[in-house]
């Protein structure tokens, strides 16, 4: 069963996990990936799995929830900006 803190986790998690899939949309959608930036990307996609391993040690499901779908967020971003990158 899931505590306060938890649901406040869990809160936290949704809200914080989907602003990042507009911009995935949106970037999917367009192909412009000029304004993203490739350091940013990388440093943000190593700080998420390392959080991602940090909730999985502490057995926190928000934690690993939220950070697993970013890191899948941030995949796509990076791979879109690989491959749409290479067309500007």
Request: charged residues 10%.
């Amino acid at each position: 069963m899931l505590d306060n803190i938890e649901i406040i986790g869990l809160i936290a998690a949704v809200l914080t996990t989907s602003a990042f899939l507009p911009q995935v949309y949106k970037t999917y959608k367009s192909k412009d990936v000029s304004s993203l930036s490739m350091p940013m990307l990388l440093l943000f996609f190593v700080g998420i799995i390392l959080w991602f391993i940090y909730g999985i040690i502490i057995e926190s499901f928000s934690l690993m929830m939220a950070n697993g779908i970013t890191i899948g967020s941030y995949a796509l971003l990076i791979f879109f900006k690989l491959k749409y990158a290479k067309n500007n």
